[in-house]
T-cell receptor
Framework: AQTVTQSQPEMSVQEAETVTLSCTYD???????LFWYKQPPSRQMILVIR??????QNATENRFSVNFQKAAKSFSLKISDSQLGDAAMYFC???????????FGKGTKLSVKP | DGGITQSPKYLFRKEGQNVTLSCEQN?????MYWYRQDPGQGLRLIYY???????QKGDIAEGYSVSREKKESFPLTVTSAQKNPTAFYLC???????????FGQGTRLTVV
């Protein structure tokens, strides 16, 4: 069965420092997509970054980057130069299969200390 | 502006009543999803649809029903069979099943 696991329920980082959020997944597909979503207190889900499984290069979006280890089925998110506005719940998600079932992990609550 | 609109933002239901949550998108997306989020929990998939007049059950479909009569609309009905319906409900859509999903702002359902 398709699963996404986030082993860190909560993380904390000092403003301007770097933090890494972990995610592992399990899939039987060879072609799939991985995502990180941010959910601030407003509860609006915001796409942070996406990674196509067939691409070996790690995705980067400004201060956000991923470490995609396909063999290990690991997909971690690195936030550099953390800002107060980065405080939120972060969800890892995977989409696979011909029916495109989008599955989420349980999330990591990130706090940013000034 | 293109986007996904969920309504209402807050909804109160008496026990034993059915209620319907609205989800409309003008992004011309094929796929639409309904998720449930409980406090401190991730998103659990209730139902999803790839094309009009077709939909599939997710992990927690019991007590819920959906329809997809139009590409733009994917309403969710929470029936009286759902024993613990109080939660935050999110609707999402995507171009195809293999791309990122865009989300509505959610509906907070409370049983009173």
């Amino acid at each position: 069965a398709q699963t996404v696991t986030q082993s860190q329920p909560e993380m904390s980082v000092q403003e301007a420092e770097t933090v890494t959020l972990s995610c592992t997944y399990d899939t039987s597909e060879s072609d799939y997509y991985l995502f990180w979503y941010k959910q601030p207190p407003s509860r609006q889900m915001i796409l942070v970054i996406r990674q196509e499984a067939y691409k070996q290069q790690n995705a980067t979006e400004n201060r956000f980057s991923v470490n995609f280890q396909k063999a290990a089925k690991s997909f971690s998110l690195k936030i550099s130069d953390s800002q107060l506005g980065d405080a939120a719940m972060y969800f890892c998600a995977n989409i696979e299969g011909s029916q495109g079932n989008l599955i989420f992990g349980k999330g990591t609550k990130l706090s940013v200390k000034p | 502006d293109g986007g996904i609109t969920q309504s209402p933002k807050y909804l109160f239901r008496k026990e034993g009543q059915n209620v319907t949550l609205s989800c409309e998108q003008n992004l011309n997306h094929d796929a639409m999803y309904w998720y449930r989020q409980d406090p401190g929990q991730g998103l659990r998939l209730i139902y999803y649809s790839q094309i009009v007049n077709d939909f599939q059950k997710g992990d927690i479909a019991e007590g819920y029903s959906v329809s997809r009569e139009k590409k733009e609309s994917f309403p969710l009905t929470v029936t009286s069979a759902q024993k613990n319906p109080t939660a935050f409900y999110l609707c999402a859509s995507s171009i195809m099943g293999r791309t990122e999903a865009f989300f509505g702002q959610g509906t907070r359902l409370t049983v009173v």
